[in-house]
């Protein structure tokens, strides 16, 4: 039986997956810690979403909640594939448009410099790899693919910007690159399904552009990792 499970930071990117397939709350699962697990059985297999959860009365977004939901979902769960699938902001000069649906073919931090051209700095961008079949998919379903690159603020500093540029960074997230580190120490392949709510190179403010193209991203979201899971739970 195989076991796909979804790590996503923001309840409303997930609510309209969720509801298509009728994945169920199991309550506490992951107690006392926020994450919430969501599951369902879909053809013979298990299909679970893992929620970062809520602080403050707000989703947990960021790089330390994305940690710690993959950390226990992959000790709890042991799934066969991670998929980290959420928003991002993408680039206007690179063709992105609000709402596209991107699979990403690798990850990098772009907030942690350490030093210069060194190991530390190796760490720092971490460049995890992706779960081999992502071109593939992407390819059968007519998807762009685009390199995630991780940081903890909404925002984006001129020094975020260059780091992003120099490494080809396109999909701007605060998540993806924290799942990938979390996959690679337990050696499970992770696929990352980004929809874009936000230009970063647009002019507009993101958090107004990113509020506004929300739940229409997250429908876009919803329609591609339909056609995911029935391509890989068959
Ligand atoms: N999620 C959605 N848009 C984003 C952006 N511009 N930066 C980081 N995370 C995002």
Known sequence: MKKICY???????ARPFIEAYNIRLVPDFFAPLPCQLYEAEVNGSWLYVVLN??????????????????QV???RLHPDLVVSSGTCGGFKMKGA????VYIGNGAIFHDRRVSGDDEWNVQGLGNYPV??????????????????????????QPIDRDII??????????????VGFV?????????????????????????EEFSRNLKAASETLRQVNEQIISELLR
Not at 7 to 13: D, F, L, N
Not at 166 to 176: A, N, T, V
């Open 131 to 156: 779960w081999e079949g992502s071109a593939e998919l992407a390819d059968k379903l007519g998807l762009k693919m685009g390199k995630v690159t991780t940081g903890s603020s909404l925002d984006m």
């Open 73 to 75: 979902a992959i000790q």
């Open 53 to 70: 959860g809520r602080q403050h009365e707000m989703d947990l977004v960021g790089c330390e909640p994305a940690c710690v939901a993959t």
């Open 97 to 100: 448009n609000i709402a596209d």
């Open 7 to 13: 790590i996503v930071a923001m309840e409303a990117e």
């Open 183 to 207: 996959c690679q120490l337990y050696g499970v392949p992770v696929l990352y399904v980004k929809a874009v709510t936000d230009l970063c190179d647009g002019g507009e403010s993101t958090y």
């Open 165 to 178: 540029l120099e490494h080809g960074g396109e999909l701007k997230d605060m998540e993806g690159a924290a």
